[in-house]
């Protein structure tokens, strides 16, 4: 199979009528997209690796799905509708069965939320799937993470600390088969491998919240790119935590770390003045994504954990960092 019999095959889609903002999908030198008249574009990229991002043994299906889901995740927390995305693609070989399953997974998240694939490049090399998606804003309703304003609620959508979980349980490590129900990682492991970016929500906050990102380095670390580019604080309260089923029985240590410190959540984190609840609430509701109130943005710098009794704990942001 040659370079373009395999973009024929797999990522070429004859038999579907592409959305309208699409003017020229693949098959020419460049992709052509019409935005919404007096919008802006919002453009992001993510790279996933082959023994960096996920094992050589990967499900191709929940790969395609992921390296979406990542992206889009991006164009959420920002408050952006999709347009369209571009795929890099280096594979060591053309393997049939390999990419149709990856075309499946990827197809069936971009056809949910209206992101068509519009093109892309092709090479042999290590396996490397690279993403770059396309959505639209109106000028001034991005969510940016300069936005928070002390005073502001803090709030996160879903639950973190599944895919945390998933990973521990995928991997055998013994803290996490020691203190799970059996069945666990049959229940959380489409949070790891099939996150689902929230695009509703992102968008009715659009015109409501202040400051926004997606938490994909874990809670505590990622807060920190908010207070870091607001020049704010912030305090968690524990019990305002959402915690998943599957977490409850895990000591206290371990329950935080994989609260505050897990990866892979793709939740949204988000501000709003205390005077939008009901605001934020609607949103919520519309978007049908829960949403949990955790904190508040304060003038006094760093991150706070308050417990139920004691001294407040300082949080040492540590995301991931792929060079520390
Ligand atoms: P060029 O040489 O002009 O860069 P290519 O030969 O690489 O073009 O690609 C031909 C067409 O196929 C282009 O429209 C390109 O966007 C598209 N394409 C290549 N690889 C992919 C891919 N993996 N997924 C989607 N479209 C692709
Ligand atoms: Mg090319």
New binding site residues.
């Given amino acids: 199979m040659g370079?373009?019999e395999?973009?024929q095959r797999?990522?070429?889609r004859s038999n579907q009528t592409p959305p309208g903002q699409v003017v020229l999908?693949?098959?020419?030198?460049?992709?052509l997209l019409q935005p919404s008249p007096g919008h802006q574009l919002a453009i992001s990229c993510d790279m996933l690796v082959e023994g960096r991002h996920f094992f050589a043994d990967a499900d191709p299906a929940a790969l395609g799905h992921k390296a979406l889901a990542v992206n889009l995740s991006d164009l959420a927390a920002m408050g952006a509708r999709p347009l369209g995305f571009?795929?890099?693609?280096a594979l060591p070989s053309a393997q049939d069965a390999w990419l149709s399953g990856f075309a499946q997974g990827l197809f069936a998240l971009a056809d949910l939320h209206a992101c068509p694939?519009?093109?892309?490049?092709?090479t042999r090399g290590p396996l490397n799937l690279c993403i770059t998606v396309f959505g639209e804003l109106l000028p001034g309703q991005a969510l940016r993470r300069s936005a928070a304003q002390p005073g502001d609620d803090l709030y996160l959508s879903g639950r973190t600390g599944e895919a945390r979980l998933a990973l521990a349980l995928l991997q055998g490590t013994d803290w996490a088969l020691q203190h799970t129900a059996p069945g666990a990682l049959h229940r959380l492991r489409g949070r790891l491998e099939r996150p689902q970016p929230r695009m509703a929500l992102g968008r009715a906050l659009a015109s409501v919240a202040h400051a926004a990102l997606d938490v994909s380095d874990g809670l505590a670390g990622d807060q920190g790119h908010i207070l870091q580019a607001s020049g704010v604080g912030a305090d968690i309260h524990q019990e305002l935590l959402p915690v998943a089923p599957d977490l409850q029985a895990l000591p206290e240590a371990l329950l935080l770390d994989c609260l505050l410190n897990g990866g892979d959540d793709y939740e949204l984190l988000f501000t709003a003045a205390p005077s939008d609840r009901a605001a934020i609430e609607a949103a919520a509701q519309r978007s049908q994504t829960p949403v949990h109130r955790i904190g508040q943005i304060s003038t006094t710098p760093g991150l706070r954990l308050h417990k139920a009794t004691g001294q407040p704990v300082m949080l040492t942001p540590r995301g991931f960092d792929h060079f520390a």
Avoid: R, S
């Fill in positions: 370079e373009f395999l973009i797999h990522f070429q999908g693949i098959g020419d030198d460049c992709a571009t795929l890099a693609l694939l519009v093109g892309g490049d092709t």
